[in-house]
């Protein structure tokens, strides 16, 4: 009885060599994910920053429309904009000139009213006198 060989050449890969391949791939997968996470954190952030420059103007504009001089030294409140709760302060500081008030709003989350997310500043001037 004779045994029948081929001679073709075995083909495959080794365990090692998939076991690399494994590394690479896994290696490419943690990287691709931790760079989603940054991402969608990152926008996470911008969309904050958005709409907290948004409470600061809107404040801002609202005490730039107020006639009374001077204004008060210090506003605060709290409002509702996409379904957040945001706190603002607005303090008017004096300067050295006595026709101008600085005046500076911060925006913070209510859950973290310590940790202000966007500031804003501008001066105004004494309304004129008719």
């Known amino acids: 009885m ?34 989603s996470s940054n991402h969608l954190r990152t926008v996470w952030q911008l969309e904050e920053l958005t709409f907290a420059s948004y409470v600061a103007n809107n404040q801002l504009q609202l005490a730039l429309l107020d006639p009374s001089w001077p204004p008060r030294e210090l506003q605060q409140g709290e409002v509702t904009m996409a379904n957040r709760n945001w706190i603002w302060r607005l303090r008017a500081n004096t300067v050295t000139d006595a026709d101008l008030r600085e005046l500076n709003v911060t925006v913070s989350l209510a859950e973290q009213p310590d940790v202000i997310i966007y500031q804003l500043k501008t001066y105004v001037g004494r309304p004129d006198e008719q």
């Open 2 to 35: 004779s045994c029948y060989r081929s001679r073709l050449p075995v083909t495959g890969f080794t365990l090692l060599e998939l076991l690399v391949a494994l590394v690479i791939f896994a290696t490419a997968g943690v990287a691709i994910m931790q760079a």
